[in-house]
């Protein structure tokens, strides 16, 4: 069969059980005794166990399969879930979720989660309250290769350990040779009759052949198991013999010492030191766990059937193909105008209507939930609190709110820096928070609303705030204000000097909030996507992000202006009001032209000048037609020829041989199928 | 090693040009260019080649030879080159032919000017023609094409 027909399928779909596993996770963790999330989190686990066995994934399938006998005890009451359980879980996950990764990446899916499986199996048994031992074995040796290449008969220090504590904690060991009769035509049935009877009894420790090999059948007749078993040796034994085609089957009962006989000494003794060494402490999470596997989709939740899914490439296309009918139809309209007849402007009226009812159609189907952003960052907030020693609680609000997928794939790496700026250092710790009287756990709000034609996100925590002295302070000895400045900059503007390049570098933010994260690249990325990020803080009560965001990014409302022949576009977004000024109420200021406007003095930009305009040029006039644009709270004005009116415009790159040309961000297409560049208002504001 | 290669044949001036056919996108009249301000002068502009915005030059002013005048045979050849689509404004584009990869000689240090890098070779076809092949990836380097921008800026 030609599995790679059923692989998109398979990441798809184990994309999603993972993300509800890790939702559903960090609900049970908040919610311990709802039983309702632990089926849930089952139902997931076995669908995934089952998907990947199918694939032939094996090591994926195993980990699960472990996760699964833990989650079966919690669901049946017979274990209640503490830290230690969580945190094995969500390495549990994090190891899957680099499998699934390794798959995509065309990966065999394979890793050595040998650590992991026992630290869960050291749970179904009850150990691991007993004992933390196995814990710090598994932290002393990170997923590497693939697992099972201890040598023959040996076990390796890992599995050693795990046994070791196994007998000191009073359970049973047990080392069985099982031979199957020369006549035995389906060897790895019967082995795997013989696991079953030994998982329903207690648990495989170590197995020679690895199980992978004996499900192969790539094994002789015989094969040995080392058990952590609940039944005596002579229930064992029966119980074994029952099964058919078995030749002979030995079972000894194993203590320290002929445990240590098993174990090369070595490594015995390096698994002796490690004991005591022990820790509970939680690993740092697995690396790539903060980042999605894949473009999620929505949860996986049963109510998600009545959607299909669509590959992207198909939605682009069919954006392409409409954002040519829609230049077609301005061109229509324009002919209709100059033709005058009445039934052919009826026509094209109609046809205009259909198609911007199309055209709010297929941006929808662009359109995704900031959820598929959002739903990684409870889980990162998490590891992120443990490992700062804070307490915070994260607050999702407006998770359903839509962006298109382009400005979605952009925006997680800006939202992961806020937040983690938040949760780093805007909220105190414990202490600083008890003696500042706030209560000890700190909340992070994520917010996400629609505006007009934007899409706000927020994110507020109730942390110390901003320093705006310090602030100030290290903006002044940084050289990005001057001194004589400062004082004019009112709060919000000091705040906003933590995105100016060159403000946050590890060394400068170490003084007011610790590590830095690069603010700066924040606004950067942001402002790229036509956007906008603003802060407002309180010192001593918290501090607000605002990042505003444009719905889309492949249609845009302009404004058409005329420099003598040449037409451009401007996107109306950014524009604060168009007006004629007298030539005579130009300022001069430092050799630099501005003008007043609305009670301020604001710069006025000659466009003719900035793209040489051979056609035009507005030193002859007396009056000057002029557009204020604004980037943040930055105004500045631009004289231009002549306004052509509002349209809406599609986007198109001038493509790869004409990059970064400053001051145009892009061209579209006109009515009349001449190419009209966009004028980039960010790159004409300094 | 022989092989047989397709080849467009231009004019630019008085020379005779040559870029292999699997290159060559399309060739379309000249039309309007929309002029982009900010970028070296060989850069006439944009068009609209249906529906997709395509960035036009003049490759006699890329090797900075004197640009002739647009005439009714003007064309503007549509190339795809690392990913790129570019349009060349060329004198005239009027013939396909075949050529044998033996006949292309290396070509020397500089031919009617322009440098031998932005060369494939020379093609000797009959007895006094000559076609000049570009090699387009050098003639579309963009790294030159910014230390040209930060010259003329």
Known sequence: MDMNAYLSM???????????????????????????????????????????????????????????????????????????????????????????????????????????????????????????????????????????????????????????????????????KVTLTETCVLKAARSYMVFEVLENTGEVVKSEPSVQDLEQEKFDRSFTVFTISTISPEEMIAKI?????????????????????????????????????????????????????????????????????????????????????LIDRVRLEQLASEIKRQDLIETVEHMARVSSDLQNIVLKLRMVPVDTVFNRFPRMVRDLAKSLDKKIDLIITGADTELDRTVIDEIGDPLV???????????????????????????????????????????????KGINSEKVLEKAISKGIVKPEEANKLSQDEINMLIFAPGFSTAEVISDISGRGVGLDVVRTKITSLGGNVTVTSVQGKGTKFSVQLPLTLSIISAMLIK??????????????????????????????????????????????????????????EEEHEIIVIQKGDKWAAMIIDEFIGQSEIVLKSLGKYLTNISGISGATILGDGQVALIIDPNALIK | MSEELKVIVFGIGNEEYGIEVDKVRTIERMSPITRVPKTPSFIKGVINLRGVVVPVINLSGRFNLPESEVTEHTRIIVVAVNEMEV??????????????????????EIVGGIQAKYLDGIAKIGDDRLLIMLNLSEVLNKTEVVQLEQLEV
């Open chain 1, 10 to 176: 398979f990441i798809d779909e184990s994309n999603d059980h993972l993300q509800a596993l890790n939702d559903n996770l960090m609900r049970l963790e908040s919610a311990p005794d709802d039983i309702s999330i632990v089926q849930d989190i089952f139902r997931s686990a076995h669908t995934l166990k089952g998907m990947s066995a199918t694939m032939g994934f094996e090591d994926l399938a195993s980990l699960t399969h472990e996760m699964e006998n833990v989650l079966d005890l919690v669901r049946n009451s017979k274990l209640s879930m503490d830290d230690f359980i969580f945190d094995t879980l969500f390495k549990g996950l994090d190891a899957l979720e680099s499998m699934v990764e390794d798959v995509v990446q065309g990966g065999t899916g394979k890793a050595d989660v040998t650590a992991i499986v026992a630290n869960l199996s050291s749970i179904v048994k009850g150990e691991h309250k007993s004992g933390k031992a196995v814990a710090a074995a598994a932290e002393t040796k990170p997923a590497a290769n693939s697992a099972g290449n201890a040598e023959a008969g040996l076990l390796d220090q890992f599995q050693s350990s795990v046994l070791k504590q196994s007998i000191e904690s009073g359970h049973q060991v047990l080392y069985i």
């Open chain 1, 563 to 620: 420099l003598g022949d040449e037409k451009f576009a401007l996107p109306l977004s950014s524009i604060v009001e168009t007006a004629i000024i007298q030539r005579s109420s130009i300022l001069s200021v430092h050799g630099n032209e501005m003008i007043k406007f609305r009670n301020a003095v604001i710069p006025l930009i000659s466009l003719s000048k900035l793209f040489n305009s051979p056609s035009y040029s507005e030193e002859t």
């Open chain 2, 87 to 108: 349009g060349f404004i060329v004198d005239t584009a009027n013939d396909v032919i075949d050529i044998n990869s033996d006949i292309i000689d290396t070509p020397p």
């Open chain 1, 241 to 325: 013999n029952s099964i058919s085609e078995i030749e002979s089957v030995e079972v000894l009962p194993l203590d320290e010492e002929s445990l240590a006989n098993l174990s090369s000494s070595g490594q015995q003794q390096t698994a002796a030191a490690a004991a005591p060494a022990a820790t509970t402490e939680e690993a740092k999470p697995a690396a790539g766990s903060a980042k999605p596997a894949a473009p999620a989709k929505t949860n996986g939740a049963p109510v998600a059937n009545r959607t299909i899914r669509v590959d992207i490439e198909r939605l682009d296309s069919l954006m392409n193909l409409f954002s040519e009918m």
């Open chain 1, 417 to 463: 820096h806020l937040l983690r700026n938040s949760v780093d250092h805007g909220i105190e710790t414990v202490n600083e928070r008890i003696a500042a009287g706030k209560p000890e756990t700190g909340t992070v709000h994520l917010r996400a609303f629609h505006s007009g034609n934007h899409v706000f996100i927020e994110v507020e925590e109730d942390g």
